[in-house]
């Protein structure tokens, strides 16, 4: 059965059995979403030697099409990326089910009762790309919120993608659950992207995630409602009280750690007066650990064996051992460096003045804005909700990490007995 949901079916086929598998989500008990994920966990380790087959297929094609080392290390899923996938999938089975919450209600004087409750969406849209991660990620939230999803993973990770919705559809009608629940539109290529795009009616809010070109060209085509989960060019600002230890070691872990990912540092901002005490060992570590260091002229002065930072090195999101250094005058100049090229995902000040730390906070216009911490914790799971669909960086709806209250929408429930408006 799900090989025939996977592969059979036109584009217009799955619009119509994800609009009729949404609307048999929404009665489903949290007991039997619960059960559909843990199943998932379950076929994902029960079918790993599947995926990394699968996955080296699309690796050994990203290699030969000479995908960034970067992009490599996004599509790559190894048997202990697939158990921490699976572990994620049951840290959802024990999260709170959004759907039924009542946000806020009152009893109106002429006695009726009315409360705003939060629903599912209905059916999710998601577009990404060379992430199979997102596969599992999007489908488990998606479930959990009681909505039915259609993914397009892109060509870059399609034979991966292929197999894990086939162990997610498995999954889910082994437990009773309509298997157009979770469906991919890969095979359609690029029509299947444009399909959801354009599938108003059908597709009630679509979810991109990858490059800053991915998300641009979905937010211009969509006429879908789209919630935008940005690129990071993601800024950290030593402060002139910050201290030497804490600059170096939060400076490595956000660069350091996992290049590749969204919430990892691309601009380190130092101010003035600390640039002498601080560049030469905060980037003689970095410096160590491999990475390029583009600076201005100031910081080149201080650590020569930095390359020239070109016209465009504010503005790149590396997701490389690359990283762009530049000395500022003061807070104000981070802070407006900041507003002109950020995208507006994770900012961090090092500093020990508590003015500043507060000014920071309240004046950057970031998703997440931190003091004193690395950006690598602007995830989901960091956060405690588990696997996420992915970071918002606007401002209607979602910002920040998205888990399952953001995949919700909601309704007003009103319940009288014979009122009528006067």
């Known amino acids: 059965m799900g090989d025939s949901v996977a592969t059979a079916l036109s584009i217009d086929d799955k619009l119509h059995a994800a609009r009729a598998a949404s609307r048999t989500l929404a009665t489903v008990t949290t007991v ?72 806020r209600g009152s009893v109106l004087p002429n006695g009726l009762s009315v409360a705003q409750t939060r629903v599912p969406f209905g059916v999710i849209g998601a577009i990404y790309e060379a992430r199979p991660n997102v596969t ?10 009681g909505n039915a999803v259609l993914l397009r993973g892109g060509s870059a990770a399609e034979d991966s993608n292929r197999v894990l919705v086939e162990v997610i559809q498995s999954a889910l009608s082994s437990v009773g659950i309509d298997p157009a629940s979770v469906q991919t539109v890969d095979e359609f290529g690029r029509e299947g992207a444009k399909a959801l795009m354009q599938a108003r009616g059908f597709v009630d809010v679509l979810i991109p995630r990858g490059s800053a070109q991915l998300i641009q060209a979905v937010v211009t ?60 060992a905060v980037l003689a570590r970095l410096a160590e650990a491999g990475v390029t260091i583009h600076a201005d002229e100031r ?40 507003d002109t090229y950020s995208t507006k995902h994770t900012e961090s000040i090092i500093t020990n003045d508590l003015a500043n730390a507060d000014r920071f906070l309240a004046e950057v216009d970031s998703a997440v804005v931190m003091v004193n911490a690395s950006t690598r914790f602007t995830d989901g799971a960091e956060f405690g909700f588990g696997a996420e669909v ?22 007003w429930v009103v319940r009288g007995s014979g009122q009528v408006r006067g």
């Not at 599992?136 to 479930?143: F, K, M, P, R, S």
């Not at 009280?241 to 400076?251: F, G, H, L, N, Y």
């Not at 090195?313 to 460096?337: G, K, N, Q």
């Not at 918002?392 to 979602?398: C, I, R």
């Open 32 to 103: 039997q979403k619960n059960a559909a994920l843990e199943a998932i966990a379950a076929g994902v380790v029960a079918h790993a030697d599947r995926i990394v087959e699968a996955n080296a297929r699309d690796l050994e094609r990203g290699r030969s099409n000479g995908m960034t080392v970067g992009l490599q290390d996004r599509l790559r899923l190894t048997p202990e990326r697939i158990a921490q996938l699976s572990a994620a999938v049951l840290e959802i089975v024990e999260l709170a089910d959004p759907v039924g919450t009542v946000v």
């Open 136 to 145: 599992i990620d999007i489908a488990a939230l998606a479930l959990k919120s």
């Open 221 to 280: 085509e969509s006429t879908v409602p789209v919630i935008e989960t940005g690129a990071g060019i993601v800024h950290i600002f030593l402060d002139e009280s910050a201290d030497e230890t804490t600059a170096v070691e939060i400076v490595h872990n956000a660069k350091v750690q996992r290049p590749s990912v969204c919430n990892a540092l691309e601009t380190l901002l130092v101010h003035e007066r600390a640039a002498e005490r601080l560049i030469p």
């Open 299 to 338: 910081t080149r002065e201080l650590f020569p064996s930095a390359e020239i930072a070109d016209v465009d090195a504010w503005s790149v999101e590396h997701l490389s051992l690359d990283v762009a250094v530049r000395v500022v005058a003061d807070l104000d100049a981070a802070i407006e460096h900041i």
């Open 390 to 411: 992915g970071i918002s960086t606007q401002k209607l709806h979602a910002r920040g990490p998205m888990g399952l209250p953001e995949l919700t929408s909601t309704k």
